[in-house]
């Protein structure tokens, strides 16, 4: 990333909400507890690591009620 890591990290948290995963959701798929994605995301951690995984990660398929 070309960014300080604190401004990557609310990139990263945008990211993740315009593909629709919440922390809960992404976190088991990315590895890592929901916890630490949410420090990482937040800033207190740091992890170049999981900021790339975010990028890599689909967009969330969406549900219809009633299928």
Do not use: D, M
């Amino acid at each position: 990333c070309a960014l300080p890591i604190s401004k990557a990290s609310e990139a990263h948290k945008a990211l993740l909400r315009e593909k629709g995963w919440s922390y809960r959701a992404a976190a088991p798929v990315l590895g890592v507890h929901w916890v630490h994605l949410f420090r990482v995301l937040k800033g207190e951690r740091q992890s170049i690591r999981l900021l790339a995984a975010i990028e890599r990660l689909p967009n969330r398929p969406t549900t219809k009620s009633g299928a």
